[in-house]
């Protein structure tokens, strides 16, 4: 009996053990897939000349549109063919074989990306625009910035039931705007597989807090972390 009762004392320890070395090995594995799916570089990308020149190509205008503010500039990115080029297909390469059908693009500087990834990848283009910028009926989302509020609107009918969808910014911060992207295109029934943006803020980012989860791709991180701001 006491024989009996030592082997199964013994399986229960040992079945124990294994749940805890899966659930610590789960967690360390989403861990790292998080993890990856934040910086391009932590995802097959280290070493990617192409990102050094993405970021070399972003300047810093202190104190724009006010004081203390440390404005990512990527206009002069724009400038350079192969620079754009380079960061569309970075994205593109991500996303085309993905069933994305949705690619929305968030006012407004999201706007110069978001067109060129939909026609690469085969996928249809959505504007978000800021509050009275779009004709017609529309569905409106207001958000938290860091410096004041505002709101998205997307168009009623733009996407459907089940669709796929990739939210493009140009810059990533605390997360509101982002989450009122994928708040709007939820509401129409979209699934937003996954955020993008061209630069990341990694230490203002609370995007498990905003996202509700969902994935943040980014390419680079801002070129001065003191400040940054987006339209």
Known sequence: MIL???RITLAIVFIKA???LLENTHTHRIGRREERKM???ENGLKGDPRLEAISDAIRVI?????????FQDITPLFLN????KDTVDIFVERYRDMAISVVAGIEARGFMFAPCIALAIGAKFVPLRKRGKLPGKVISEAYEL?????CLEMHVGAVQQGEKAVVIDDLVATGGTISAAIKLLECAGAEVVECACVIGVPELIKAE???NGKALYMLVEPNEVQGYCRS
């Open 209 to 211: 807090n905003r996202l």
């Open 18 to 20: 294994q749940q805890r």
């Open 62 to 70: 202190p104190h724009f549109p006010k004081p203390g503010i440390m």
């Open 146 to 150: 860091e410096y004041g509020k505002d």
């Open 4 to 6: 009996k009762i030592s």
């Open 81 to 84: 063919h192969k620079v754009f």
């Open 39 to 41: 910086f391009a570089a």
